[in-house]
């Protein structure tokens, strides 16, 4: 009669372990390396959160910075809360790894009507890297002064 031997299967799941082990330990290592990576894009800055296109010169002007990673070339643009598109911000801007670029935004259409109130949101394409963010946290309200 044959002896069983009973350490086979202990083996394969002491080894089963060990494995599920390093790789919970280093799947902890790479999670604490990208939180401690810095984003692509840095510091978006919106200098006004509300703004009244009626208003003439740098009061009715929104201006939008940020900085990026990566040298790359970039495009704001302006959507409404249904996602349409109301405004390009001028030509795409080339970017320099951590140096600011800044876009101006008066609140009016491509006809250069005021838009109507309501939030506003910016959407940043970096086209080099084929990136396409929208900071909707971050939305610009549009109101118009009572006269």
Known sequence: ??????????????????????????????????KRTPSYVQRLRIDKRTVDPTVRGSRGTVFIGFSTKRADRARVSIESVSGRTVRTLGPAKPTRPYRRV?????????????????????????????RDLVFDDRSIRVVRARR
Not at 19 to 28: E, I, M, N, R
Request: proline letters at 6%.
């Open 1 to 34: 009669m044959p002896t069983v031997t009973r350490s086979a299967p202990r083996r394969s799941a002491a080894v089963v372990f060990v494995v599920l082990v390093v790789a919970t330990v280093g799947s902890a290592f790479a999670a604490t390396a990208l």
């Open 102 to 130: 800044s876009f101006a935004w008066r609140a009016v259409d491509r006809a250069g009507r005021p838009l109507n109130p309501g939030y506003y949101f910016v959407r940043l394409r970096l086209l080099d890297s084929d």
